[in-house]
């Protein structure tokens, strides 16, 4: 018997994740930006000096991508590069006081949209499903055993991203305290 859809905790996931990543889309393209651009803008909001390619290893996308849109929102007169004062090569990342409207918008919306959630199923509802959202980002981000022979297919893996892993750790780290504070916004 095939099981209905509707309930389907993966689908639901990916689902609720599509409409709020367009319904961010439709927001930001109404003031003239990308969502990624917003996301740029509330990662340096929080993380004050992060650098780009840390910022890249957070974001799961290469450094080219984030020196792009780091290169568009500096057009526009709402981000700075600073040089690294102990490395020249590495540039870190600062929003100006022209991204405080936008940051706002983001927070207004995030806090809209957190209110409607507690009204359709309660605070306390809300707690337990980020406590057990928080649960299966563990379980699907930790390393999977390997059980068995797996067999050829098994074995092919895409290949890996190649980053200096002091700056993947450093991201770790900054993600980790990043969630923290999301949690407490």
């Known amino acids: 018997m095939t099981e209905s859809l509707d309930r389907d905790p993966v689908v639901l996931l990916h689902d609720v ?28 909001a929080r993380l004050p000096g992060i650098s ?9 996308v290469e450094p080219i991508t984030v020196a792009r849109l780091v290169d568009r929102l500096e057009k526009r007169g709402l981000l700075e590069r600073r040089a690294d004062p102990s490395d ?64 050829e297919a098994g074995r092919k893996r895409a290949p890996k991203l190649q980053r200096d892993p002091t700056d993947v750790a450093r991201a770790a780290e900054i993600a980790d305290r990043a969630s923290v504070q999301a949690v407490g916004h």
């Not at 649960?135 to 059980?147: F, N, W, Y």
Request: net charge positive; aromatic share 4%.
């Open 88 to 151: 020249r090569r590495i540039w870190r990342l600062h929003n100006l006081p022209a991204a405080q409207p936008i940051l706002e918008e983001i927070s207004g919306y995030r806090q809209e949209l957190i209110k409607r959630i507690d009204e359709q199923i309660g605070v306390d509802s809300r707690e337990a499903m980020v406590d057990a959202l928080i649960s299966i980002r563990a379980l699907v981000t930790a390393p999977e055993p390997v059980s068995g022979d797996v067999g």
């Open 17 to 44: 994740a599509r409409i709020m990543r367009t319904k961010f889309d439709q927001r930001a393209r109404s003031r003239g930006m990308t969502r990624a651009q917003w996301i740029i803008l509330a990662r340096v």
């Open 52 to 60: 780009q390619s840390e910022l890249a290893a957070i974001c799961e």
